[in-house]
């Protein structure tokens, strides 16, 4: 696992959203891996100011989503689909139809998991997974005790994870208590993981995925037996890792370098 910490925040999202663009310049036609939530608002910023500048192109690439709220349609204001047109799709050049997400509104939930997995085979595997991280260790919505080979499937959502997305609904009773998310098998058949996290309170979490046992007691720990997963934190995500100053000497001001 390669561990990136940048003091700055913007940085951190800089560095994330820099890593995308250029994969898609090296391979046009990438699977990219897609995430959501607050922590990927800037990311989505920066690559839309990208296409702008004609520095990347979305045309040849296709995507998935991780995960999606169960009983929410495409057009319900808090549902992935929604924050993922209005934060990105609307804003670059993917094909119509390049871009997927589970239905959270199909009639078998548990139908609509099994063919999302089967379209991701389908498409040869995701190319480039971008992920956030749960304050709980969740990476998509495989929250505390998911099996680390799950493949996607219904979950049920901790009340922490519903409390930390109460603030994207009107009334915090409205989060859903069901996703669809990718497994965390799905994840790591994945060519490349980059994970973004910051701020204070993914710090737990953090330590964690990086220094804890791998545990489906924190998720996103699956990550140490993936093959090439890169992770990048600001200083308050990083500030609580006990190899902190080894990571900073490896890669310094979270600049990549051969180790
Ligand atoms: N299902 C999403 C995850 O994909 C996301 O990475 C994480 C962190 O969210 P945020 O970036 O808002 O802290 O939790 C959400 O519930």
């Not at 979950?155 to 998310?181: C, G, H, M, W, Y």
């Not at 994840?187 to 489906?216: C, H, Q, T």
Request: hydrophobic share 40%; glycine share 8%.
């Amino acid at each position: 696992m390669k561990v990136l910490i940048h003091e700055d925040r913007a940085e951190a999202v800089n560095h994330a959203a820099d890593l995308i663009a250029a994969r898609l310049r090296s391979r046009p036609e990438t699977v990219l891996g897609l995430a959501t939530g607050g922590t990927m608002e800037a990311v989505y910023t920066r690559l839309i100011d990208a296409h702008r500048a004609g520095r990347v192109s979305f045309a040849d690439a296709r995507s998935f989503n991780l995960d999606e709220y169960v009983g929410l349609a495409p057009d319900h204001a808090c549902s992935y689909w929604r924050y993922m047109r209005e934060q990105l799709f609307d804003h670059v050049d993917f094909p119509v139809g390049a871009t997927m997400l589970p239905r959270g509104d199909a009639p078998d939930p548990e139908a609509e998991a099994a063919a999302y997995e089967q379209a991701i085979l389908d498409a040869g595997d995701i190319g480039f997974q971008l992920l956030g991280l749960g304050k709980n260790g969740h990476i998509g919505f495989n929250e505390p005790t998911s099996s680390l080979c799950s493949l996607t499937r219904i979950k049920t959502l901790t009340r922490s994870t519903r409390d930390a997305n109460a603030r994207f609904f009107d009334d915090p009773e409205q989060v859903p208590r069901l996703a669809i998310t990718m497994g965390i098998g799905t994840i790591l058949r994945a060519g490349e993981v980059v994970l973004l996290a910051y701020g204070d309170d993914k710090a737990d979490a953090a330590a964690a995925m990086i220094e804890g046992p791998v545990s489906a007691v924190c998720p996103a720990s699956a990550l140490q037996m993936h093959r090439k997963a890169t992770v990048i934190l600001d200083g308050a995500a990083a500030s609580r890792l006990k190899l902190r100053d080894y990571y900073a000497e490896v890669h310094p001001g979270g600049r990549e370098r051969a180790i």
